[in-house]
């Protein structure tokens, strides 16, 4: 046994997987992606992670290929394989040398010195959203050690969903400087394998802007609701002019769990009166979203 050629082709490597011939006799596969489950613009690019079935794990063929596919050189045998977008800034990459356990996640919000019991939902931890990703998972490929004209397909979707947050009927919006709304129980990673979010709840949260003159919008993005919980709040944190700074919470477990479209969802609640602040009255105060020094309101929907 002598092990593979590394770096056949170009975009393509692997790790410590034994054969028993020079790696550029093997079969030479047609790899392509059939995009009709996606109805976003394409990615760049895209990752493919071969797993030979019944080797050790650190045993895998990796390729990357444009959105048109290209061809890999494999051996002969069974695999379970994954393919992903491969153009993420936010989103990182673990557990990749085997299939159960490789996870898609991002990094948690740096929150300095902040005790765990002041972020919005302890003790949740607010994580950064991740990139619009694109997966799927193949399995039972079965690839014949003489064959040049064997073919993968994958079919990508989306894997990342948008919570579109509108709060409306705001009184007095102009007496708010900046807001921010944070989703809780979300989660952070996603399982390739199992093909499905994974891990603990975390809170993701983003800065609002007005839509018009009583209503103020945001788009928070994650793999989904948390396989660990049952239940989903949203915080609108507000920084008014005179300095005072207001929190309103709303369970919307119901709007998220009952949404027609799960991947791209609204959620629309009805906003809070506010007291009406001269412009010039105060800075706003900072923008911590501890608990400290808020007025929490918790508005039935």
Known sequence: M?????????????????IDEPAILN???TVSYDWVKTPYTLPNGMANIFYPVGHDP??????DFRPEGGMVRMPGGEYIAVTFNNDTEIVRFSGIDAISGFIFHTPPVDTGNLPADQLPFPPQRLYRQPDRMWSDTL???????????????FHPRVITRDYHIEMTDIVNLQSALRYYAVISDLSASY????????????CMGGFMSPMDSSTIISTVTSFGMSPRSQKCRLAVYMWLADGAKKMYQYDVTDQIKEAPDSMNLVIRVKGP??????????DGGGLDIGIDDWEFVEIEL
Do not use: F
């Open 2 to 18: 002598i092990p593979a050629l590394m770096g056949i082709l170009s975009g393509c490597d692997h790790k410590d997987l034994l």
């Open 27 to 29: 079969p030479l596969i």
């Open 58 to 63: 650190g045993s895998y063929w990796r390729s």
């Open 139 to 153: 399995r039972d490929i079965n690839i014949l050690s003489t064959s040049d004209r064997d073919s993968v397909t």
């Open 191 to 202: 399982s390739p394998e199992l093909q499905q979010p994974a891990g603990d709840a975390v």
């Open 273 to 282: 009166e506010l007291p009406y602040i001269k412009p010039d009255q105060g």
